[in-house]
Nanobody, 123 residues
């Protein structure tokens, strides 16, 4: 399984970005997916996750309402729409595949990770 994250870049505060994570393999639709981020000098933190069908989504409370996770199983892709971006959203964003039967919010619940895409929000 390979995960390729893209869509990061430099954006002004208040702007928007949409991250994409393309997965290889035929089993993408069988797994929940998640996004995490790691800011400079900080630990990795959970951002959002989505069930295999897309019917359930999970967010860290502080980001709820600004970020939206979605997926397109036909395209083997999961997305993270980020609106009203703030400088504190600056981080490397990682997508990951959740282990079957695991939780959603801990990095240890995920077994495959993308390489990350850098999001920089200027003030």
């Amino acid at each position: 399984v390979q995960l390729q994250a893209s869509g990061g870049g430099l954006v002004q505060a208040g702007g928007s970005l949409r991250l994409s994570c393309a997965a290889s393999g035929r089993t993408f639709s069988n797994y929940a997916m998640g996004w995490f981020r790691q800011a400079p000098g900080k630990e990795r933190e959970f951002v959002a996750a989505i069930s295999w069908s897309g019917g359930s989504t999970y967010y860290t409370d502080s980001l709820k309402g600004r970020f939206t996770i979605s997926r397109d199983n036909a395209r083997n892709t999961v997305y993270l729409q980020m609106n009203s971006l703030k400088p504190e959203d600056t981080a490397v964003y990682y997508c990951a595949r959740r282990k079957s039967g695991a939780g959603y919010r801990d990095g240890r619940d995920y077994d495959y990770w993308g390489q990350g895409t850098l999001v920089t929000v200027s003030s």
